[in-house]
């Protein structure tokens, strides 16, 4: 069955960088364009970014252009984000999704980051 | 970007309703929308995709319509594990947004 692990939050002072990392498994994950939703505590859903299956084309909301980087591993079956200059109201849960056509796709269980000095 | 319109926002229903939940888009989508449904400590998980096609392994009591800017999530007779939050997305352009969710409690 498909499984997306993500995994690489924690605390982290404002300004400074985290990588997140989300390990895919049940699916042929270079078939697939990913994204990263995340969750601000006690709200509601915000798309992040998303990358095609070959990694040749992203996109990002505007709350985090410029200071986050989605990447692929498609021999490690592994999506990336790194985050820069990190602040207070990037403070969420994490989601990696698989994009399955049609608003279709699986989503992991999330990995908390934390900013905060 | 386009912005999508929950309603309500929070609803008390017991085991047996039917409950409706509506999405209003600010511009036409077409039929570019899905419904998750998460429950607390979860990823969401899809509902309906496409506005109106069940996902596979969804009970047949939850249902979407609606294309353009108005749609429906509906749950024919609700029951004790679908207490949740409900969140429509569109995925017709990016950035792709969401509605705000809809909690669904136990009267």
């Known amino acids: 069955q498909v499984q997306l692990v993500e995994s690489g939050g924690g605390v982290v002072q404002p300004g400074r960088s985290l990588r997140l990392s989300c390990a895919a498994a049940g699916f042929t994950f270079s078939s697939y364009g990913m994204h990263w939703v995340r969750q601000a505590p006690g709200k509601g859903l915000e798309w992040v970014a998303v990358i095609t299956y070959d990694g040749s084309n992203k996109l990002y909301a505007d709350s985090v252009n410029g200071r986050f980087t989605i990447s692929r591993d498609n021999s490690k079956n592994t999506l990336y984000l790194q985050m820069n200059s990190l602040r207070a109201e990037d403070t969420a849960v994490y989601y990696c999704?698989?994009?399955?056509?049609?608003?279709?796709?699986?989503w992991g269980q999330g990995t908390l980051v934390t900013v905060s000095s | 970007a386009i912005q999508l319109t929950q309603s309500p926002s929070s609803l008390s229903a017991s085991v047996g309703d039917r409950v409706t939940i509506t999405c209003r888009a600010s511009q036409g989508i077409s039929s570019a929308l899905v419904w998750y449904q998460q429950k607390p400590g979860k990823g969401p998980k899809v509902l309906i995709y496409?506005?109106?096609s069940l996902e596979s392994g969804v009970p047949s009591r939850f249902s979407g319509s609606g294309s353009g800017t108005d749609f429906t999530l509906t749950i024919s007779s609700l029951q004790p594990e679908d207490f949740a939050t409900y969140y429509c997305?569109?995925?017709?352009?990016?950035?792709?947004?969401f509605g705000q969710g809809t909690k669904v409690e136990i009267k």
């Open positions: 997305q569109q995925f017709n352009n990016y950035p792709r947004t």
């Open positions: 496409d506005a109106s």
């Open positions: 999704a698989n994009d399955q056509g049609s608003g279709r796709g699986y």
